[in-house]
């Protein structure tokens, strides 16, 4: 069992920066793929970036390339979603994952790959 708590979230302006935190606990947690994946009022949770176990593979939706960067710290217990360059479509739910597995290289960009999730935090990205 893998525990995620998300935190970081707010209302900021368009251009500004935000760092979101995702702390997680629990058994195989440090074995565990970790995504950041954001849901808007009246669409579908979709994947936003992605990191292997190892922390040494990521991936990002090609709307958030450039802006944001996905890590995780040297304990593997945090996962971290910097996102730079906000834009009003930014704002979401933003909902922190994990994907246990044996394999430390690989990634996961689907829903349906991951097994754990947070709650979820807000960001708002006012014009």
């Known amino acids: 069992q893998v525990q995620l708590a998300e935190s970081g979230g707010g209302l900021v302006q368009a251009g500004d920066s935000l760092s979101l935190s995702c702390a997680a606990s629990?058994?195989?947690?440090?074995?565990?793929?970790m995504g950041w994946f954001r849901q808007a009022p009246g669409k579908e949770r979709e994947f936003v970036a992605a990191?292997?176990?190892?922390?040494?593979?990521?991936f990002y939706v090609d709307s958030v390339k450039g802006r944001f960067i996905i890590s995780r710290d040297g304990a593997k217990s945090t996962v971290y979603l910097r996102m730079n360059s906000l834009k009003p479509e930014d704002t979401a739910r933003y909902y922190c994952?994990?994907?246990?597995?044996?394999?430390?290289?690989?990634?996961?960009?689907?829903?349906?790959?991951?097994?754990?999730w947070g709650q979820g935090t807000q960001v708002t990205v006012s014009t």
């Open positions: 994952a994990a994907r246990p597995g044996l394999n430390s290289a690989k990634y996961y960009t689907s829903k349906s790959d991951y097994i754990y």
């Open positions: 990191v292997s176990s190892s922390g040494r593979n990521t």
């Open positions: 629990g058994r195989a947690n440090s074995n565990s793929a």
